[in-house]
């Protein structure tokens, strides 16, 4: 949710503090704050809104010294204030902190008997107030009373921490939430994502669940959960200091929509009849007895469509849940069974908790990830890279198309394990695989369609989307991005339920997506695009030119996608949901990049 940056370099650390927020600002924009330890005291300086403010701040307000911790946050716990942005401080300890302390009010109770006093709504303040505690018993140095006092915590968090009269060291402290280290030559760095070092350094290590380090120019000692001194493997990250530029798009959701076709075709490419991952070790498909696919949001959706490929192609009986309803739910899982787990981040806190009661039921773990370093890839038994690359826009764009086509991959070897796909089928999906990447790019080159459409849906209130088969789940992802960056109220239905009770709903005002690719079951959803035809409502059809050409009713617009094979058909047809909601949320004159309310990385419940 929230981004963290420590810095420690012996000379001035504002501008990188300030430089990696920048690049982390897309997972938290409520308020930002940074403090600084100069002639052994602690200046902080907060301020609510964009980061933006805190520059103007610095400007007016400027601080500097050799150590310092940051903090741009999306609110949990208390309104997005001034008084709640981090960094918090007592009088002796300033922290900043991501995730959700949940026996906060305990411990705050009992902080407050004993004369310490908070000043914000936050689960958060408790922190320095609990390691001042320990510091306060006169017995343990500050980094020992930290490490102390971050047991008593429940919930998740990672977190950064200073101290009154310390600038050779810092501290952080990670449960149930990611935080990286960075390596310089003369400095160390920490940060809650490695995007964010990019700049300074490509020398990464990731702190385990229950890690506490101590931070010094040049060096760092890390203990575990059981505070033996411990290493963890340094690595050269990948990741560019450029991933967070735009180019030239004018926001970073177009550019990573229209960086799709390119990272479909290296996956494609990389991956061509599923060679790579059959070279991995996986899940052996022909041995398990069913498939229970678990994630939250975008990645739901992918697992969606993939639920319908494994049937159809694998002969694999899929049942798919919401991460955060599955985990409380007591699920009896089968014998032999295996789950798999889709995050982009790989540190969806929902997804990482109903992980581990599969793990705890004997099930196979398979995760589907874009960071190998990651807390749900660390926990699994087998792990599939979708390789996408940073995704800095809020609403999830190409690792949606990149999930999909790891998915395929997937599906192809589990048809093969299962003696479901011969080998002429393998040639017929992989083939269409091949030519989904040229596709995918002519769809991107119309635009004019989109903006007509947007200026249609401007005033909208509500629209539904419908779909049937693995067009369904595109009209929920659909759906979903729709309201995520324009506000508009969208709900995605399979086209067979409309008269279930949803066609209620249909008036003039309120316009049918319609995703209706040509295929078996087209003719029953031109069927039920005339019930909404019937009722007055506006139309919006996306298929392709033969099916828009035989359609015999009116159409608010329509958008042609190229005839394909049903197999890549999701790849296609989720780009025109895309740039519609994207030109939807251009023309309200929507914040596209950082919608209100919602951040990046979920990493609390």
């Not at 040229?438 to 080159?445: P, R, S, T, V, Y």
Request: charged share 25%; aromatic share 8%; hydrophobic share 45%.
């Amino acid at each position: 949710m929230c981004g963290i940056v420590g810095v420690i370099n012996g000379s001035k650390v504002v501008d990188d503090l300030m430089g990696g927020l920048e690049l982390l600002e897309y997972r938290g924009y409520d308020s930002a704050g940074l403090a600084i330890v100069k002639d052994k005291h602690v200046y902080a300086r907060k301020t609510e809104g964009a980061l933006a403010n805190l520059k103007k701040e610095l400007a007016i307000n400027p601080i500097e010294g050799r150590v310092g911790i940051a903090h741009t946050r999306w609110a949990t716990h208390g309104e997005p204030t001034v008084v709640n942005a981090h960094p918090h401080s007592s009088q002796k300890v300033t922290v900043v902190h991501n995730g959700i302390i949940e026996n906060y009010e305990m411990l705050r109770e009992d902080l407050e008997y004993e004369g310490y006093e908070f000043v914000s709504d936050t689960d958060s303040e408790v922190v320095p107030h609990l390691i001042s505690l320990f510091m306060d018993s006169g017995a343990l140095s500050p980094e020992a009373a930290a490490m102390s006092a971050v047991k008593m915590l429940d919930g998740a968090y990672a977190l950064g921490i200073l101290f009154e009269g310390e600038e050779e060291f810092f501290c952080a402290a990670r449960k149930g939430s990611p935080l990286a280290i960075g390596y310089g030559d003369e400095a160390m760095y920490v940060a809650s994502d490695a995007m964010a070092l990019a700049p300074m350094t490509d020398r990464v290590s990731y702190l385990a669940d229950g890690d506490f380090a101590v931070l010094s120019q040049g060096n760092v000692e890390i203990y575990d959960v059981d505070e033996h001194l411990v290493q963890r493997e340094v690595r050269k990250s990948s990741i560019k200091a450029n991933a967070a530029d735009k180019g030239h798009y004018a926001h970073f959701m177009l550019k990573e929509i229209h960086e799709q076709p390119d990272i479909l075709l290296d996956i494609v490419e990389t991956n061509l009849g599923a060679q790579k991952i059959a070279k991995e070790k996986t899940v052996d498909f022909a041995e398990i007895s069913s498939l229970r696919i678990i994630a939250c949001g975008t990645s739901f959706y992918a697992g969606h469509v993939a639920k319908y490929w494994f049937e159809r192609y694998a002969n694999l009986n899929v049942e798919i849940d919401i991460a955060s309803e599955f985990r409380y739910r007591n699920a009896p899982l089968p014998e032999n069974g295996a789950a798999l787990f889709i995050s982009q981040s790989g540190e969806t806190a929902d997804t990482f908790a109903a992980l581990e009661y599969a793990k705890s039921k004997g099930q196979k773990i398979l995760s589907l990830v874009n960071v190998p370093e990651s807390t749900i890839a660390r926990a699994s038994d087998y792990v599939v890279l979708t390789e996408a690359g940073s995704e800095i826009g809020v609403a999830s764009t190409k690792a949606f198309t990149a999930q999909l086509a790891a998915l395929a991959m997937l599906v192809i070897e589990a048809g093969k394990a299962r003696g479901v796909l011969s080998a002429a089928d393998e040639r017929e999906l992989t083939g269409a695989l091949k030519l989904m990447p040229a596709k995918a790019q002519e769809i991107l080159k119309q635009t004019d369609v989109y903006q007509d459409i947007a200026q249609s849906l401007k005033e909208t209130h509500s629209a539904l989307f419908i779909g049937r088969g693995a067009s369904y789940p595109l009209a929920l992802e659909g759906a979903l991005k729709l309201k995520e960056i324009s506000y508009i109220h969208a709900e995605g239905i399979g086209a067979g339920e409309l008269k279930h009770g949803p066609i209620a709903l249909i008036d003039k005002d309120t316009p049918v997506i319609a995703v209706a690719p040509p295929g078996e079951l087209a003719e029953k959803t031109l069927s039920n695009i005339k019930e909404v035809q019937a009722r007055g409502g506006p139309i919006i059809l996306i298929s392709d030119a033969k099916t828009i050409a035989k359609a015999d009713f009116e159409t608010l617009a329509s958008v042609e996608v190229p005839e394909c094979h049903d197999f890549i058909a999701p790849f296609l047809y989720v780009l025109p949901l895309q740039l519609l909601s994207y030109y939807a949320a251009l023309a309200r004159d929507c914040n596209i990049d950082k919608p209100r309310n919602l951040a990046k990385s979920v990493t609390v419940e």
